[in-house]
């Protein structure tokens, strides 16, 4: 785990968006552990989210032209992550976002900021089914714009309706890589360092075999 993953496990827990207890889940299992990225609700909280994503879109090595974030929580990280490239590592990429409901009159249109061209570097919270991510593709497509990558806060590395996680799926489907800033393995790496939280481990890992990739 990088020093970057560590700290972003830290803050997500100071700020209570990561949490442990039981949680039901979209897909009705029920979970020890659940993320809630719309926690991060100050301004401090998206200057430090951005960060990280600036730091792990870095880490990747992944080409693009634009960053995409998908209405509503894709747009405050898209705005926050381009913030932290341009004032961390002196890069100055375009952004843009798509609203809910196209507006007929004024500019019109779906999408706001920069064009939506060339390599797209997808950003969001959470991916479970990978609903979401099906939406943007086709806003991705209709624009022949293609998907570069997709970064998300954490990879839950559990199964969707098969044997392989939705993450993979997206992966298959739209032959580009998946990023995140920390996956359940970190998670787990982090709580096996901390005797405290042996109880939390055990549960996390009971979860784990059940629902597992
Ligand atoms: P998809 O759009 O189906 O990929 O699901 C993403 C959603 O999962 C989020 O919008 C949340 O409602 C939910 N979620 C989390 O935000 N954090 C978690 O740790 C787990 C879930 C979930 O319900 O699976």
């Known amino acids: ?22 949680f039901t889940l979209k897909s009705g299992r029920k979970s020890p552990y659940f993320f ?3 926690l991060f609700n100050t301004g401090r909280d998206l200057a430090l989210l951005g960060r990280f994503y600036a730091a792990a879109l ?17 747009i405050p990280i898209a705005t926050t992550t381009v913030v932290a490239l341009a004032e961390h590592y002196e890069r100055d990429v375009p952004y843009c976002f ?10 019109g249109g779906s999408l706001v900021g920069s064009p939506l061209q060339g390599k797209v570097m997808l950003v969001d919270d959470v991916i479970t089914a990978g609903t979401a991510i099906r939406e943007s593709m086709e ?23 098969g044997d392989i996680s939705a993450i993979q799926e997206v992966e298959r ?16 790496d982090y709580l096996e360092e901390k005797n405290e939280m042996a109880d939390h481990l055990a549960a996390v890992h009971a979860y784990q075999r059940q629902y597992g990739v």
């Open 139 to 161: 806003i991705i497509t209709a624009h022949q714009a293609t998907l570069a990558g997709v970064l998300i806060s954490l990879d839950r590395r559990e199964k969707g309706r």
């Open 58 to 74: 870095m880490d990747s090595g992944i080409d693009f032209d634009v960053v995409f974030g998908p209405a509503y929580k894709g």
């Open 173 to 188: 489907d739209y032959h580009c890589r998946v990023l995140a800033i920390i996956t359940l393995d970190d998670l787990i």
């Open 36 to 38: 809630n990225a719309g």
């Open 1 to 22: 785990m990088k020093d970057y993953q560590r700290e972003f496990i830290e803050f997500a827990l100071n700020k209570q968006v990561l949490k442990f207890g039981e």
């Open 98 to 107: 798509n609203r809910k409901e196209a507006k007929e009159h004024g500019e």
